[in-house]
Structures are given as C-alpha cells and as structure tokens.
C-alpha cells in the first residue's frame, strides 16, 4: 500500500528522507536530509551538518606559495617573509621537517625550485625578539662556528643552525638531561648542531669537545651565569 503523500512525504528516520516529490520536505532527523526541493530542517538549520559551518579552510600555516614574498633582513641568513601577517624566518636546513611544530612558509622559485623556511617566534626564542627589537647585530651569520650555552631543547639551537648552514657549526651546551634527549634528537637531522650534555659554568668539562669559536651565546638562567 501506497504511503500517504502529505505535504512532502518525507521519511522521518535518522536521515531525514529525500521527500517525495515537489512538496517542502522538512523531514526531521540527525543529518537534515534535503526533501525535495524543501531544506530539511533536522536540529532547525541542517543540524550537525548544516550549511555554513565546518567548512571552511583551516589555516594551515603561512603556505600561500606566490603570495608570500620572502626579504633578506640586515641580518645575513634571515628573512622577513611579507603576506597576511609579516613574520621573521629561517631558510629550513632539513626542508619537511619542523622542531616545535612552528609554521612553514614555502616560496617557488623562478626556475620551479621550491625554498622551505622555518617562521621563529620571538615569543619563543630571546635571539629572534632581540631582531625583531632592532638589535644592532647577532655576529652570527652563516658559516660561523657558534658556542651556544644553556640550548634546552633546541628551539633557537634550531634556527642559529639554520642561519649558519652546513658549513657553519653550533656547539649546544645544556646541563638538563631532559631537555638534552630532545637536543640530541633535533641534532640527529641537523648536522651542524653538536649536543653536549654538560654544566656550561664548568667549561673545562667539555674544552676537548669545542674547538675555536666566532660567537659565544649565553642563554643560561641562573643566578652565577
């Protein structure tokens, strides 16, 4: 027997029936299905999948290819990349990878070539709001064999070994065990980092390790630094 046809016969049920016919449709249901030609009002407004909401793009980083137009700063090995929001960067020595889940920024090349760069939060990191502060210089550049005390996990160790490049070296000094493991780890992919774990107040304990530096960063903060 033939259902009855009100107005928009729709079936009720948890999908809120197509309708049938031309009718309004406002079948009721969890997912708001759409009657024929009517709406489907399931939770009034399409319920959990509604029409607006949900849909949008998640910012994903600053990726906007063409649209972002990476500067060199004064600073030699860092960069000022320039679109929605300016931020302070770092060419990326191990393109793909990130250390504290910072954004990428990754600009195209007039040859196809891609250059990923590294965004460093000057929230996160003294050297970058010292920069970003107008300091005079860093006296690090790339090439430079940086000695950088009290390195803690890695963060600014990260972008210093960035601007230095391969041929530069940093020797990172961090006394806290726990924040070492997560050193030695970046260190694993960053070639030019050398971890050592030891108490940067008692140089003589790693003198064999560290040969003659261009920069000495002291990022320790403690009382007798």
């Known amino acids: 027997m033939a259902p009855p046809r009100g107005r928009g016969g729709s079936g009720g049920g948890f999908r809120g029936g197509r309708g049938d016919g031309g009718g309004r449709g406002r079948g009721r249901g969890f997912s708001g299905g759409r009657g024929g030609g ?40 860092v960069f000022i990349a320039k679109g929605k929001e300016d931020a302070l960067v770092t060419k990326n020595m191990v393109p793909g990878e990130t250390v504290y889940n910072e954004k990428k920024v990754s ?5 196809g070539t891609k250059v990923e760069y590294r965004v460093w939060n000057p929230f996160r990191s003294k050297l970058a709001a010292a920069i970003l502060g ?87 903060a403690q009382p007798d630094q």
């Open 38 to 77: 009517g709406r489907g009002s399931a939770m009034r407004g399409g319920g959990m999948r509604g029409r607006g909401g949900g849909r949008g793009r998640g910012g994903g980083g600053m990726r906007g290819g063409s649209k972002v137009v990476v500067e060199p700063h004064r600073h030699e090995g």
């Open 107 to 111: 600009v195209q090349n007039e040859d």
């Open 134 to 220: 107008g300091v005079d210089d860093v006296w690090i550049k790339p090439g430079a064999k940086v000695l950088y005390l009290g390195a803690a996990s890695g963060t600014t160790v990260s972008h210093v070994s960035d601007i230095v490049g391969p041929t530069g070296v940093v020797y990172a000094v961090e006394f806290s065990h726990r924040s070492g493991r997560d050193l030695v780890n970046m260190a694993k992919k960053r070639t030019n980092v050398i971890p050592i774990i030891e108490d940067a107040r008692h140089p003589a304990k790693y003198r064999m390790l560290v040969g003659m530096v261009d920069v000495i960063f002291s990022d320790v």
